[in-house]
């Protein structure tokens, strides 16, 4: 397994907002799935693993990135304007809210719809997110999904 992984990842608290029972989970199993399998590569750094620490601040999108182990002393902070992902972030919660209205009493048919479009805006988050990215820090694409996941319970408004 590469070094250059995340080997945990925070989201600050003050910046999270409540979240229901659903988005709750969907936090928990994208940071464990994370730190179970990612590839992570920030720019200037020989090797890895990494703690990452996600918050919002000033309409910005903060990763602040700390080397542990062989990579102590290597960090890294990163502000992206949140303003280019906006439209998608915005698109992304409101089909999941739709995603979670129709668990509650829609035919199988109907969810199975809603999921492909969530899905589909996920991966065009995720795209988003990489490019973003680019010059900073090098993700595969499931580390963008999970990641999208993390910014969008960040983003999310109560």
């Known amino acids: 397994m590469s070094e250059h992984r995340l080997a945990s990842i925070t989201l600050d608290a003050a910046t999270l907002p409540?979240?229901?029972?659903?988005i709750e989970h969907e936090r928990r199993v994208a940071i464990f799935d994370l730190v179970e399998k990612n590839s992570f590569e920030p720019a200037g750094s020989d090797t890895g693993p990494?703690?990452?620490?996600?918050?919002?601040?000033?309409?910005?999108?903060?990763?602040?990135?700390?080397?542990?182990?062989?990579?102590e002393g290597f960090a890294r902070t990163y502000a992206l304007s949140l303003t280019p992902m906006k439209t998608v972030l915005k698109d992304y919660l409101l089909i999941c809210d739709s995603y979670y209205e129709a668990l509650r009493g829609s035919s199988p048919s109907q969810i199975e719809a809603v999921d492909m479009g969530r899905r589909g805006l996920h991966n065009e988050g995720a795209e988003?997110?990489?490019q973003r990215l680019e010059g900073k820090v090098v993700v595969d694409h499931e580390t963008a999904r999970r990641l999208f996941t993390l910014v969008c319970a960040l983003y999310r408004r109560g």
Do not use: C, H, M, P
């Open 128 to 130: 988003l997110l990489k």
């Open 18 to 22: 409540a979240a229901t029972a659903e």
């Open 50 to 71: 990494y703690a990452l620490a996600l918050s919002l601040q000033d309409n910005r999108l903060v990763f602040d990135i700390a080397g542990q182990g062989a990579a």
